[in-house]
């Protein structure tokens, strides 16, 4: 004789999450007489870009952008630009770009900032690694390109 087994079951939704109002316009300024060919900018969580940021762009004709629906949370703004070259082997050695940050942690929603302005220099002895792919990162904001 069969007994029924009955094996319950769990129904998972996942919750909307809703996208957020929050919103930062950057200004980027570079040293005189560079020639900037791409300028990655990101929202971190932490001061080491070692991962994906929350927000980011990749700017190749324009030194603004504003960033939006950016989560509610605690973030570091970083910014580094590869030089025009014609080179392409440069573009994968991230030692040599210009860097550049807002000193202060910027909190969301009640980040008092609604725009900065990063000035990037050289890199020095005391700048963290960029760690993160930033060729990568560049494919992923093209989507629907052949890259």
């Known amino acids: 004789m069969k007994e029924n087994i009955h094996v319950p079951f769990i129904i998972i939704r996942k ?3 809703p996208k957020k109002n929050n919103q930062l316009s950057l200004t980027i300024h570079y040293p005189e007489n560079y020639e900037s060919s791409i300028t990655f900018a990101g929202l971190f969580r932490s ?3 070692n991962h994906k940021p ?9 030194n603004r952008h504003t960033f939006t629906h950016i ?6 703004l ?15 050695v991230l030692n040599e770009c210009l860097r550049g940050k807002v000193e202060e942690v910027l909190h969301f929603p ?13 890199p ?8 993160i792919n930033l060729p990568k990162l560049l494919a992923d904001s093209f989507p629907f390109r052949n890259l």
């Open 110 to 122: 009640s980040s008092e900032h609604s725009h900065v302005e990063v000035h990037l220099r050289p």
């Open 78 to 92: 970083l910014v580094c630009s590869i030089e025009k070259t014609m080179n392409p082997l440069r573009y994968f």
């Open 54 to 62: 929350i927000v980011g762009t990749a700017l190749t004709q324009t």
């Open 15 to 17: 919750k909307k999450i």
């Open 47 to 49: 001061p080491i870009p």
């Open 124 to 131: 020095l002895p005391e700048d963290p690694p960029i760690l």
């Open 71 to 76: 989560p509610d949370g605690d973030y570091y």
